[in-house]
């Protein structure tokens, strides 16, 4: 019978807590290529070509509906043996291609439904003031678009967090893989992934307190019912 | 004879199967005052939209200031207009919708200053007394810091005016301004409309159920019925002395 033991929470400690820098790296070198390629999806559907459009929609489901493990797999193991384009990725590189495209597919959904909320009459406004293209979009629609989604690319931020210690399937030695690598060594499972649990708790939680506030902060920045409304008088 | 800024030439518009504009001519002078009147669904506001370049026309020339807005001459044919060639015409532009449009992440003050700073690249210090300046005459010297939300219907549509004026257009539209506003805010906008048509250079073209006051400051009255202009001339020809019964029973039903 294993019992909890202190000491070996103690000696295993230390140890785990060294792989916290990677492990939140990857969170948040993950996240912003999720954000950037986000856009990517978001303008490239935009582009007035049906075929195009098809095209970028079905890829997107097709990355959504494929497990992120699956994918992570493929770009660690797989792609290096894909002939003529193939070529073999780090470990780091692969998980960060691996989870921020499969995240970039559902950030792109809510940068639409920011843009939704943003009305017809203000397009209209920008084109009757001669903005141009990007000043339209820097200026009037991602101001208006963006506030809204920060709860929303809140929890993704934390979801993704979670979902970053898949990358210690392909060797990332973040904390879950060096928990596990103690555990195979020492014969002793419980405190070191006790240990990886609790971390991951005292993370999480605050990191959702503060994107609350953050929300909260954001729309005092304009009467947000207004926004909404109108967009509501848009669409119907 | 004065060159007119705006020219219809057999502007046709439909939208699907329906046909909204069947051939409109017309020629608006720099400077002069124009109140569109007409039944709902003839085809008003599709006029200064398509003007605006909100909407584009299925057939027939809109020229502003000697210069096609739909079409330009690529290797010696004329093509559909691209946004280059429309950003470039529609600057002499400027609109006030019926319902407002003022950007609601901006103060009142930076509702104002945004196109001309990041349009027209024009110096901020300029800008700001320029925008300051254009508050003060609608009204709203001290309401300058609040956001849209915080203001009434009838501020708004000021504002709204203010933020297209800044613009220094020479043409300017208005389409419905007073339609979505209650009864006791209609006043306010009115005013300052007629202070714009007194006091500006500009030419003006005016969507407009306000009989009254196209009498007042219109130097010529359309009258739009079944997408054709079924009736022009002077505000007393017009809406005193026509004969033509639809429009009769059109001011009929309005002063009813």
Redesign the interface.
């Known amino acids: 019978m294993n019992n909890w033991s202190w000491d070996v929470f103690v000696d295993a400690f230390p140890k785990i807590i060294d792989g916290l820098a990677i492990t939140l790296a990857l969170t948040i070198v993950c996240y912003v290529f999720a954000l950037v390629f986000g856009f990517f999806w978001l303008f490239i559907k935009m582009i007035p070509l049906n075929s195009l459009r098809w095209l970028v929609t079905w890829m997107m489901e097709f990355i959504r509906s494929t497990p992120p493990l699956v994918q992570l797999f493929f770009i660690y193991f797989a792609w290096p043996m894909v002939p003529v384009v193939g070529f073999a990725l780090d470990e780091f590189t692969s998980a960060v291609l691996g989870l921020g495209i499969h995240f970039s597919t559902y950030i792109a959904e809510v940068y639409r439904s920011g843009i939704e909320v943003v009305?017809k009459?203000?397009w209209?406004?920008a084109?009757?003031?001669?903005?141009?293209?990007r000043?339209k979009w820097t200026?009037?629609i991602l101001?208006?678009a963006i506030?809204p989604t920060i709860p929303m690319l809140g929890n993704y931020l934390i979801i993704m967090f979670k979902e970053v210690p898949l990358a210690s399937t392909i060797g990332v030695a973040g904390i879950l893989h060096i928990a596990n690598s103690y555990g195979a060594q020492n014969w002793t499972y419980l405190e070191p992934l006790t240990i990886v649990a609790i971390l991951f708790l005292i993370l999480s939680y605050p990191s959702a307190i503060i994107i609350n506030r953050l929300e909260k902060k954001m729309n005092r920045?304009?009467?947000k019912?207004?926004?909404l409304t109108?967009s509501k008088?848009a669409t119907a | 004879m004065i060159e007119p800024i705006v020219t219809f030439q057999d502007v046709h518009k439909s939208f699907g199967n329906s046909k909204v504009l069947k051939g409109i001519d017309l020629d608006i002078r720099p400077a002069e005052k124009v109140a569109i009147i007409g039944p709902s669904g003839s085809g008003k506001t599709t006029i200064i939209r398509m003007l605006m370049t909100l909407e584009e026309p299925t057939s027939g020339d809109i020229i502003v200031n000697g210069t096609n807005l739909w079409k330009m001459e690529k290797k010696g044919r004329l093509v559909r207009a691209h946004e280059k060639h429309l950003r470039a015409v529609r600057g002499d532009i400027g609109m006030v919708f019926q319902h407002f449009n003022l950007f609601p992440h901006m103060t009142i003050l930076e509702n104002c200053m945004t196109a001309p700073l990041h349009v027209k690249k024009e110096p901020k210090a300029e800008v700001k007394q320029r925008s300051l300046e254009m508050l003060d005459r609608v009204g709203l010297a001290d309401k300058v810091d609040q956001y849209p939300s915080q203001l009434s219907g009838g501020q708004k549509q000021r504002v709204a005016m203010a933020r297209a004026l800044v613009m220094r257009p020479k043409i300017m539209l208005f389409d419905e301004v007073t339609s979505a506003l209650d009864p006791e805010l209609v006043g306010e906008v009115l005013q300052v409309i007629r202070d714009i048509a007194k006091n500006d250079d500009m030419a003006m073209i005016l969507v407009t159920h306000e009989m009254d006051f196209a009498l007042d400051i219109a130097d010529k009255v359309l009258f739009l019925d079944e997408g054709v202009i079924a009736e022009q001339g002077s505000a007393s020809e017009v809406i005193e002395h026509s004969s033509n019964e639809r429009l009769q029973e059109f001011l009929h039903r309005f002063r009813a």
Do not use: V
């Not at chain 1, 084109?127 to 293209?133: H, Q, V």
């Open positions: 009305g009459g203000q209209e406004a084109k009757a003031l001669n903005f141009s293209k000043r200026k009037i101001p208006q506030p920045r304009f009467d019912k207004e926004t109108r008088g």
